[in-house]
T-cell receptor, first 115, second 109 residues
């Protein structure tokens, strides 16, 4: 079946503008994660949604970042008043927790460039 | 603090040579360790996890709690192994993954 999809694949914006990134998880996956990968760095956790539980927002770097997810479907990550340091690849992953084993399936990412 | 360290940014070997990609972690407890791989123009995908104790595509990794390491090994590298490899940790009871900065493996013919 279809994997995790993300849109847009690339986004160029001007400093100060708001951007919205979208993630479509694998159908039936209750867990959804957002990560950020800056150039030459590992993936940084941003936020985690699990079913109807309150999201884990502990990785969001500032209050300019927010994310929403409706039920177990699409999620959007919003960055307000973008800064140049927000330039990165934003990756989404989803998973279906089954007992102790869980595999996160990643999307192709959105490459964000803030000029 | 939880941390994953991959000391090598780039590892270059010739086809048929042994490969070891290093991963060290910092975590006070029993973590779950993973190796993820990203081939050129493909998305990040799970290669193996320590709890499975399996060999995938000829790769193995053993969790050494004494040395806090989870090195990835393959006795005979193949050209198709060329990719970016990330070591990741999940703390006990946690959900998020903590990634290292990755090692690019280049296997020359």
């Amino acid at each position: 079946g279809a994997g995790v999809s993300q849109s847009p694949s690339n986004k160029v914006t001007e400093k100060g503008k708001d951007v919205e990134l979208r993630c479509d998880p694998i159908s039936g996956h209750t867990a959804l994660y957002w990560y950020r990968q800056r150039l030459g760095q590992g993936l940084e956790f941003l936020i985690y949604f699990q079913g109807n539980s309150a999201p884990d927002k502990s990785g969001l770097p500032s209050d300019r970042f927010s994310a929403e997810r409706t039920g177990e479907s699409v999620s959007t990550l919003t960055i307000q008043r973008t800064q140049q340091e927000d330039s990165a690849v934003y990756l989404c992953a989803s998973s279906q927790k089954q007992g102790g084993a869980e595999t996160q399936y990643f999307g192709p990412g959105t490459r964000l460039l803030v000029l | 603090a939880q941390r994953v360290t991959q000391p090598e940014k780039l590892l270059s070997v010739f086809k048929g040579a042994p490969v070891e990609l290093k991963c060290n972690y910092s975590y006070s407890g029993s973590p779950e360790l993973f190796w993820y791989v990203q081939y050129s123009r493909q998305r990040l995908q799970l290669l193996l996890r320590h709890i499975s104790r399996e060999s995938i595509k000829g790769f193995t990794a053993d969790l050494n709690k004494g040395e806090t390491s989870f090195h990835l090994k393959k006795p005979f590298a193949q050209e198709e192994d060329s990719a970016m490899y990330y070591c990741a940790l999940k703390g006990y009871g946690a959900d998020k993954l903590i990634f290292g900065t990755g090692t690019r493996l280049q296997v020359f013919p």
